[in-house]
C-alpha cells in the first residue's frame, strides 16, 4: 500500500526550514528517501532501515518512528538547490512503492 | 560500479501501435528490477517488478507487459498503445530492499 505523504507542496525563502513527512497504514521494516528534479530520475537520498534511526546528509536528515509507522525527511537552512519532488518509498515483500511527492520550491 | 541504461530517451508513438522499452543493468548481479509510470506532476506509480529471470510481478492490470529474459535486462511491452499510456517510464534497480537507482527515463507521448 503506497505510503502518505504531507504537505503536497511548500515554498520556502532561501535559508528557511522545512519537514516532510511519510507515513503508513501498515508496519514499516525500512523507509526510502528521493529527489527528483524537473525532468529528470529521482535521485536517492538516504534510507533508514531500523526504527529510531536517523540520518543526516549536508543539512537534509531524516529520522524514522517504527511504532508510529512514519519517517520525517528535515530540510534545514534550505538552498535553491534543494527544489523538486521529495517522495518517500517503503519496501515490502520485494515491492518497492512510493508516496505521491511532496513539491519543495526554494525561492531567493 | 554499477549502472543502469534505459532507452530511447524520447518516444512518440501512434494509438494502436507496439511498444518496447528496453533497460539493463551492469556491474550486479540478480537485482530486483522495476518498471514506475509517471504522468505528468504526478507520483511515480509501480508497474511491474521482478526478482528473477523470468518471474514478474504486476501492480497494475491493463495492456502493459513486462519481460526479464536475462538477469539484468528488463523489458516493458505493449501490444497497442492507448492515448492513457502516455507519460515518464523509470526503470530503476535496487540489490534486495536496499536503495533503488533509476534509469533516465523515457517520455512516451500517444499520439
Known amino acids: 500500500q503506497q505510503p502518505v505523504q504531507s504537505p503536497q507542496a511548500v515554498i520556502l525563502r532561501e535559508g528557511e526550514d522545512a519537514v516532510i513527512n511519510c507515513s503508513s497504514s501498515?508496519?514499516?521494516?525500512?523507509v526510502h528517501w528521493y529527489r527528483q528534479k524537473h525532468g529528470e530520475a529521482p535521485v536517492f537520498l538516504m534510507i533508514l532501515l531500523k526504527g529510531g534511526e536517523q540520518k543526516g546528509h549536508e543539512k537534509i536528515s531524516a529520522s524514522f518512528n517504527e511504532k508510529k509507522q512514519q519517517s520525517s525527511l528535515y530540510l534545514t537552512a534550505s538552498q535553491l538547490s534543494y527544489s523538486g519532488t521529495y517522495f518517500c518509498g517503503t519496501v515490502g515483500g520485494n515491492k518497492l512503492v512510493f508516496g505521491a511527492g511532496t513539491i519543495l520550491r526554494v525561492k531567493s | 560500479s554499477q549502472t543502469i541504461h534505459q532507452w530511447p530517451a524520447t518516444l512518440v508513438q501512434p494509438v494502436g501501435s507496439p511498444l518496447s522499452l528496453e533497460c539493463t543493468v551492469e556491474g550486479t548481479s540478480n537485482p530486483n528490477l522495476y518498471w514506475y509510470r509517471q504522468a505528468a506532476g504526478r507520483g511515480l506509480q509501480l508497474l511491474f517488478y521482478?526478482?528473477?529471470?523470468?518471474?514478474i510481478s504486476s501492480e497494475v492490470p491493463q495492456n502493459l507487459s513486462a519481460s526479464r529474459p536475462q538477469d539484468r535486462q528488463f523489458i516493458l511491452s505493449s501490444k497497442k498503445l492507448l492515448l492513457s499510456d502516455s507519460g515518464f517510464y523509470l526503470c530503476?534497480?535496487?540489490?534486495?530492499?536496499?536503495?533503488?537507482?533509476f534509469g533516465q527515463g523515457t517520455r512516451l507521448t500517444v499520439v
Open positions: 530503476a534497480w535496487s540489490s534486495g530492499p536496499f536503495e533503488a537507482f
Open positions: 521482478s526478482v528473477g529471470i523470468g518471474q
Open positions: 501498515k508496519a514499516l521494516y525500512s
